[in-house]
């Protein structure tokens, strides 16, 4: 299988807005203003990376992509909720989010607030109401493994290591442990439930676990380097505002190139964990090499 | 059975604090401030009214509490979250709660927000992680209730149709959505998952559901009345605030005399409901009559 990746993404992507736009109540229920809320930080026209990795996941393991659509939006409700939060005035602080306005800039911050709580809540009802065609013990150990990439293993962890370690000088060990639990946990965790929910073997959900820590991790260092060269118009964000802001940065800790080359490790170490999968998993590998090219 | 309530209160009331105590991560852990975060608002000596339903409910239906705990503590740790994001300064910007200083006025805002997340991550965590002793269906059951009753068919939209009805009349009708939801919906899937981890047939989950409801309107409608005519000291938040912030209860609409009536009514509905039930219920009975009895 050759793969167009460009017309496989648009595809997938697609689809997922479609599930998103089901899955989401409707903004015409009382009280408004919250699910208004919920559906302007989700249906965004986000490029949907994590969903498009669970769904690419479940093919490789020769499963149905449906079963793995609730918990590939789930994936993304848990992602859109995380930005919201993150992009408080007691937070980041950020005023643009993708060239729009922040969640909180539009609904205000308490609004803001609970449409997160809201996503969040909505991601488990969506994997448990939503999803068919599976075993119960694989939807229940998929609550279990997006619930501990979301919190105290995983995304919440990150997100207070990431501001507490902010203008400090910090270890390339606290720069790793922020960056495999704010951004690698949950795409990690996107391939291997998608793996999970297409039936995949114990061998191929290792593969598959191994290639999503590797991919987070070239994923972070790209965005890191995106943001000291790209352009504010591609990402919506001002440029720098995570120097601006102290952040730890792979640029600030080893420089632009020696952090390019990492990533690119870091690729090729997730296209070297997919050999016990065949062609099935070409969607995977180009996947991988457009997470760095996308950006470097 | 009598029903020393009392004493099965403060039996139920210690079990529950080890349980939250061994399922909360330690706080010697990085980001060390989060864990302290979150334990400091779940282990603040509160009544564990829900995690004490949940147990309850599943001794009535002839369980093994042990089965439940995992779940009753996942709602407290829920009702913490709440509450942290509920005292936020952009929602009610409380100082005092129990009258201890609330999380963010301890630990900052930035932290607050995100250990709340946190305890709600944590959550299902302790349900899908902890939980012995029953089928996987039953689990799965029970984080879907707990994830609708938490979100967008429950808790939270409860708080965000409280927020934008302060300082509006509203009508009855509004009223009762905002109490069924924000309070109402967490309690009674308390008492409904522990019948369920309890092995209830459907009958009896149908009698803990009603059970439930009649429950949390009275504890809504005795929490509105204590606002009026408590002492600071009992609750720790200053008397009134809810009247100070415009917002809807019960004695506004109908005054107080006709609120205590309401309540003991549905004191009365919630023991009514209980008939399919012999002894083994008297617990959920005698905690129907505490409710409005600790106050009224």
Same mark, same amino acid.
Not at 18 to 27: I, N, Q, V
Not at 76 to 89: G, K, V
Not at 208 to 228: C, E, K, T
């Given at each position: ?47 949907? #990376? ?57 609904? %205000? ?23 068919? !065609? ?21 995304? *919440? ?36 439930? !998608? ?16 290639? %999503? ?11 890191? #380097?995106?943001?000291?060269? %790209? ?7 001002? *440029?720098?505002?995570?120097? !601006? ?9 080893? %420089? ?10 870091? #690729? !090729? ?28």
């Amino acid at each position: 299988m050759i793969v167009d990746l460009q017309s496989y993404l648009s595809e997938k992507c697609i689809l997922t807005d479609a599930a998103l736009e089901e899955y989401l109540p409707r903004a015409d229920r009382f009280p408004q203003v919250m699910f208004e809320a919920m559906r302007y930080s989700v249906l965004n026209g986000g490029k949907r #990376v994590r969903p498009i990795l669970a769904l690419a996941a479940c093919s490789a393991c020769g499963g149905d992509e449906n079963a793995a659509m609730p918990t590939a939006c789930a994936v993304e409700m848990i992602h859109a909720f995380s930005l919201i939060h993150d992009d408080l005035p007691a937070l980041d602080n950020d005023d643009l989010r993708r060239g729009k306005p922040t969640n909180h800039k539009v609904f %205000g911050e308490a609004t803001a607030i609970l449409s997160g709580d809201a996503l969040f809540a909505l991601a488990f009802q969506t994997i448990t109401d939503r999803t068919n !065609g599976v075993s119960v013990a694989v939807i229940l150990e998929v609550v279990r493994r997006i619930a501990a990439a979301s919190g105290t293993s995983g995304m *919440v962890v990150g997100q207070v290591a990431d501001m507490i370690s902010e203008g400090q000088a910090i270890s390339p060990q606290t720069m790793e442990f922020i960056h495999r639990h704010k951004t690698g946990a949950l795409l990690e965790a996107s391939v291997v439930c !998608g793996g999970l929910l297409g039936g995949g073997r114990p061998d191929q959900i290792e593969s598959l676990r191994s290639y %999503g820590q590797s991919i987070g991790l070239a994923f972070q260092i790209a965005d890191d #380097v995106l943001d000291v060269e %790209g352009e504010q118009d591609k990402i919506g964000k001002p *440029v720098g505002s995570d120097v !601006g802001n102290s952040k730890a940065t792979y640029p600030s800790l080893y %420089g632009i190139e020696k952090s390019k080359g990492m990533a690119l490790q870091a #690729v !090729g170490d997730a296209v070297n964990a997919l050999r016990v999968f065949g062609s099935e998993a070409d969607p995977l590998r180009a996947l991988a090499r457009f997470v760095v090219e996308r950006e470097l």
